[in-house]
Nanobody
Framework: QAQFVESGGGLVQPGGSLKLSCAASGDIINIFTMAWYRQAPGNDRELVAHITRSGSTYYRDPVRGRFTISKDNAKNTVYLQMNSLKPEDTAVYYC????????????WGQGTQVAVSS
């Protein structure tokens, strides 16, 4: 199993920006689709965005146009640039390798907390 270390979260005002990073163990970023997920208090974990091996991307409707997923194969790192943040983006953000539907391939890391509040 791969392991992931997420970082870059914090407290930001509405309209602000953050860039999250996900460092993966092993040389997997250039082989597998990678995804960012988030879990808000009281809610199920949900897919936010994914990026395929070839670099194709998908975004959940509420974040499309505001978030950008990217990756650096040489650094085994996936990024999530988040702009125009809203209070409803507040959640713990995780990365993982999607398997099917809501299933993922690996154990969850510790995540990184994003709080959007004035």
């Amino acid at each position: 199993q791969a392991q992931f270390v997420e970082s870059g979260g914090g407290l930001v005002q509405p309209g602000g920006s953050l860039k999250l990073s996900c460092a993966a163990s092993g040389d997997i970023i250039n082989i597998f689709t990678m995804a960012w997920y988030r879990q808000a208090p009281g809610n199920d974990r949900e897919l936010v965005a994914h990026i395929t091996r070839s670099g194709s991307t998908y975004y959940r409707d509420p974040v499309r146009g505001r978030f950008t997923i990217s990756k650096d194969n040489a650094k085994n790192t996936v990024y999530l640039q988040m702009n125009s943040l809203k209070p409803e983006d507040t959640a713990v953000y995780y990365c993982n390798r999607p398997l099917s539907g809501v299933l993922v391939r690996d154990s969850w890391g510790q995540g990184t907390q994003v709080a959007v509040s004035s």
